[in-house]
């Protein structure tokens, strides 16, 4: 099975893409309305420059090659809620195209293109008499991300959306419901011929609509028929998908180039753009970059962001293992102190220095680390550290079998973690009693 | 361009045509693309762009602001509580 | 100065020529002059339909910056000028609303589209009329109306405000029987504004007394002609040569792939910006709205457009439909560029490329009936090079035919070169003798 996805966010902006009219929640239907999201004879579009900003920032975070020039087309479609009959939407040269993105940090999807394009107003229906529109929908940004068919089940297509929503959200600042302002048009085959299901809203309805084409598309393969190539939608309240159309009755957009707004230079502009990487990205990106576990990652990203930069500073200098020694064990361990009295991270560094060029041993590294953090003075911390470091050795001179335990299964470390804990009352931290006794095993492996 | 593509097109701009406009659309329409052939003995080029002046870089800052009260706007429309009123959708 | 014109004479005047759809309400006798503007450009005060059935009805709640900018200079808007349907003809008689009549011969054409405004700059005194010109509504009709016209640069007046024809191709600009009046009120309009990002990107337009030295005649150009014209050029040539001006006579083998590209971009971009008259928001609204949408949009649409409309519509569709738009489409933005590389080749050794407006003098309604939409498309060949080029180009009166007609000539400058245009016409009013026409009511 294959599946992929095209999917519309609501960029952030205050105001529309091609007018002035707020973004805010309206007071009232067509309230936030002006000529031009209205497509009132004579009026003009004048496109958002944050809109730009933002299609870029995505594109970057997407991993795709940034346009050197973009711009805009339009494309022709009849509907109540489309104020000028035509969308304006990018065809040739979007802003990026051909992205790479990292699904749990393993499975790579593929991204076709990604690019930014007005949403329609709102229709509702009344009876079957006539419709109702309102319009202050209607210019809306939107950047459209579509990816290749590289999803391979519903629950997949979920995780992914999952991911990427909280990504975005860290780049661009998406505030409120990020999962439920999604909107989804989902593409889905079981077999050869695929089917289209428009516009489904937030990622839970997502995994229904694919589940129920695959349950669908199955039963049709298995009985000899043949899937038929169509537009379906999704009908929330049975959770059944419902055929629109056929394929030889799409809609001809008959793309055209938009001339009222001209091309855009970005190469320098998104050269000048640096976005910030998601909690989720540094911590896949370290896991990888430095080959630690992902776990390990994840420790120092979720303890600060700092820690994880000094981590990678670390790792530079001195090579990942010393950081993985000193950085994810005794800096890791007394960050939280450091960060309440207010000290700064980089103070670490001399003494990490100085045991990599063999001046110091890995016990007065530890305790100059901590000296550094904490603030103590040497001395009062070489006898505690010292009762602490001497409880230790002694505690597992007596069990050799934790330290080989260990080799095989870190969890073998709480025995002697607990043992610690009990004989000293309280007076070390957990954090720091951990980081001790696994330096110490660590040594004897 | 044969009737069913006359057809195709007119269903695709939403023209309804009666049997003697489409006649007479169809015979029009291929007098005029038979001159248009011409179009294919003209000699092409790569670096056009979308007018006939370089625009570039038109941008508007993200300010946003109401310039013409709504009321007026909707005023000649045809509408219901503040909705403009449309044809059934299905 | 005060206007010396009342609503009487006003309305008589209209009765007999019909270059106005729409009119102001009372004279301002204390407006420094007085103005008219092609109904394709919106305008707060007066209904504006843009020639078309399906806009009757439609008030702007604000004026196009052209007409704001004429106000503010302290003109007075006399009357919103009949046309072709959104512009689509050459002689306005594709109008939905009301045919202006020439005022040399009320039996022929003004031309088109902007032909109510050449006929209300021929008509009235001290007047000026606003234009479009998309593939050559101002040349043409100045041409048929013995008055001077002029098509400024793509992008040098703000299209805001007005009506959409072919926006890569929509031009604003100037009819009337003075000379000075194209450099006068085009200072008035042009300039950046920012509400239509293609004026903004405009270098400022040149003052300086800028005289034309030598003219590029394409032996393209000089094809095709009437008697009358052919005869009447020549003459003119010659008072150029007189003038000091040299005349060579050129190559310039793009121009006859500038007609075909020309429709094909103009109308792919019309049919999309027609596709808004759907019967909803504005212009004629009431329909059966029980019908499903794709049949109330299709019905209200076969209604109200006109004929040439929908012949465009169904053209520009095709062209630009998955299948035929590179053919078609694409291959036209191309010989855009070929057509604009032809004229920088000609003017980088010329100040103007210059061939008569139209090829012949302003038709009898009665024959204009006759032609088919081809030949009439086939009529605007020597004033779409220029306007697919968005390079500025003006008619001047050069001569009159045999049955009594104005016939123009048609000066085509580089782009944002409208000084040397401007200089040109002031220095060709001194030579030549114009004949306003005889207004009876």
Request: one cysteine or more; glycine letters at 8%; a negative charge.
């Amino acid at each position: 099975m294959k599946i992929g996805l095209e999917i519309h966010v609501q960029l952030p902006t205050k105001s529309k893409m091609f007018c002035s009219c707020p973004t805010t929640d309206a007071p009232a239907p067509n309230t936030h309305v002006c000529p031009t999201c209205l497509g009132m004879p004579g009026s003009r579009p004048v496109l958002n420059r944050k809109v730009l900003e933002y299609g870029i920032m995505l594109a970057k975070m997407l991993g795709c090659k940034v346009a050197d020039t973009t711009w805009f087309s339009r494309k022709t479609y009849f509907y109540p809620d489309m104020s000028k009959s035509v969308q304006i939407t990018q065809y040739d040269n979007p802003v990026g195209e051909g992205g790479v993105y990292y699904l749990g940090g393993k499975k790579p999807i593929r991204i076709t293109r990604i690019h930014i394009e007005e949403d329609p107003g709102k229709t509702k229906r009344v009876g079957d008499q006539s419709s109702l529109v309102d319009y202050n929908r209607s210019g809306i940004p939107l950047a459209e991300i579509v990816t290749e068919p590289d999803l391979s089940t519903p629950a997949e297509a979920r995780e992914f959306l999952g991911q990427l929503i909280s990504d975005i959200r860290h780049v661009i600042d998406l505030p409120g419901d990020g999962e439920r302002s999604i909107r989804c048009d989902c593409n889905i085959s079981v077999g050869k011929e695929r089917c289209e299901v428009k516009n489904v809203t937030g990622l839970k309805n997502v995994e229904r609509a694919l589940t129920y084409e695959l349950v669908r598309q199955t039963k049709v393969l298995k009985a000899g028929g043949k899937v038929e190539r169509e537009t379906r939608r999704f009908d929330e309240e049975r959770g059944v998908t419902i055929s629109v159309r056929k394929k030889e009755f799409e809609a001809d957009y008959g793309y055209i180039d938009e001339p009222d707004l001209g091309m855009y230079n970005i190469k320098e502009l998104a050269e000048s753009i640096k976005i910030k990487e998601s909690p989720l990205q540094m911590t896949l990106r370290l896991a990888r970059d430095y080959e630690i576990d992902q776990k390990m990652a994840k420790q120092l990203v979720t303890t600060s962001v700092s820690l994880a930069e000094v981590f990678e500073t670390v790792a530079k200098q001195y090579g990942t293992p010393n950081a993985v020694k000193w950085v994810a064990g005794p800096v890791s361990a007394n960050w939280k102190h450091m960060e309440a009295r207010g000290g700064t991270p980089e103070d670490v560094l001399p003494a990490i220095a100085r045991f990599a060029s063999g001046e110091i041993t890995d016990t007065e590294c530890a305790m100059e680390i901590k000296c550094a953090m904490t603030g103590e003075s040497m001395e009062s911390l070489g006898n505690a550290t010292g009762d602490l470091e001497n409880i230790i050795s002694g505690y597992l001179d007596e069990n050799p079998g934790i330290v080989s335990d260990y080799a095989k299964n870190d969890k073998a470390a709480n025995k002697a973690i607990g043992y610690v804990m009990k004989q000293t009352g309280g007076k070390y931290s957990s954090a720091e009693v951990v980081e001790a006794v696994k330096r110490i095993i660590e040594s004897r492996l | 361009m044969d009737r069913e593509t006359v057809e195709r097109v007119a269903r695709a701009a939403h023209i309804k045509l009666t049997e003697a406009e489409l006649e007479a659309y169809s015979r029009d329409l291929n007098e005029i693309l038979s001159y248009f052939e011409l179009l294919d003995e003209a000699p092409g080029c790569d670096d056009y762009g979308v007018n006939p002046i370089d625009v570039c870089d038109v941008l508007r800052d993200d300010e946003p602001r109401m310039e013409i009260d709504p009321d007026l706007l909707l005023k000649d429309m045809n509408t219901y509580e503040g909705y403009v009123r449309g044809p059934r959708l299905s | 100065m005060s206007i010396d014109m009342t609503m009487e004479r006003m309305r008589a005047i209209n009765d007999r020529y019909l270059m106005f759809h729409a009119m102001a309400e009372s004279v301002d006798t204390d407006a420094g002059f007085t103005f008219s503007a092609k109904d394709n450009l919106t305008s707060k005060d007066m209904e504006t339909c843009a020639g078309s059935k399906i806009l009757i009805g439609y008030k702007p709640v604000f004026d196009a910056t052209s007409i704001a900018r004429m106000r503010e200079e302290g003109g007075f808007l006399m009357g919103k000028t009949n046309m072709d349907e959104f512009g689509f003809g050459t002689f306005s008689t594709n109008s939905g609303l009301e045919v202006p009549r020439n005022p040399h011969d009320v039996e022929r054409a003004c031309g088109g589209s902007s032909g109510g405004s050449a006929c209300a700059a021929a008509v009235f005194e001290d007047h000026v009329s606003l234009g479009v010109s998309t593939g050559g509504s101002i040349c043409c009709p100045a041409s048929f109306c013995g008055v001077y016209g002029m098509a400024p640069t793509y992008g040098r007046v703000s299209r805001y405000g007005l009506i959409d024809y072919g926006n890569s191709l929509d031009k604003i600009g100037i009819l009337s029987a003075k000379a000075g009046d194209l450099r006068r009120y085009i200072n008035v309009m042009a300039g950046k504004d920012p509400k239509d990002p293609t004026s903004c990107v405009q270098p400022e337009l040149k003052n300086e007394e800028r005289s034309m030295k030598s003219v590029a005649v394409p032996k393209e150009g000089i094809e095709g002609l009437s008697k009358d014209v052919e005869s009447a050029f020549n003459n003119a040539l010659e008072d150029l040569k007189r003038m000091g001006i040299d005349v060579e006579y050129v190559d310039m083998p793009s121009l006859r792939f500038a007609m075909p590209a020309y429709y094909v971009l103009a109308t792919s971009e019309a049919s999309t910006n027609l596709a808004r008259y759907v019967g909803m928001r504005y212009g004629q609204q009431e329909g059966d709205l029980s019908l499903k949408f794709d049949d109330y949009f299709s019905s209200f649409r076969s209604e109200y457009f006109g004929d040439e409309a929908k012949r465009r519509i169904l053209l520009g569709t095709y062209t630009r439909m998955a299948g035929f738009r590179d053919r078609y489409y694409a291959k036209a933005l191309q010989v855009r560029k070929v057509v604009i590389d032809d004229y920088k080749r000609i003017l980088a050794d010329h100040d103007a490329v210059l061939a008569p407006t139209m090829p012949f003098t302003a038709p009898r309604f009665d024959d204009i009936s006759k032609m088919s939409a081809l030949d009439s498309y086939k009529a605007d060949y020597l004033t779409i090079p220029a306007n697919i080029a968005g390079t500025p180009h003006m008619s001047v009166p050069c001569g009159y035919g045999s049955d009594g007609m104005p016939i123009g000539m048609q000066f085509v400058a580089d782009h944002w070169d409208e000084n040397v245009l401007f200089t040109m016409a002031e220095d060709w009013e001194k030579e030549f003798d114009l004949r306003r026409p005889e207004v009876t009511i």
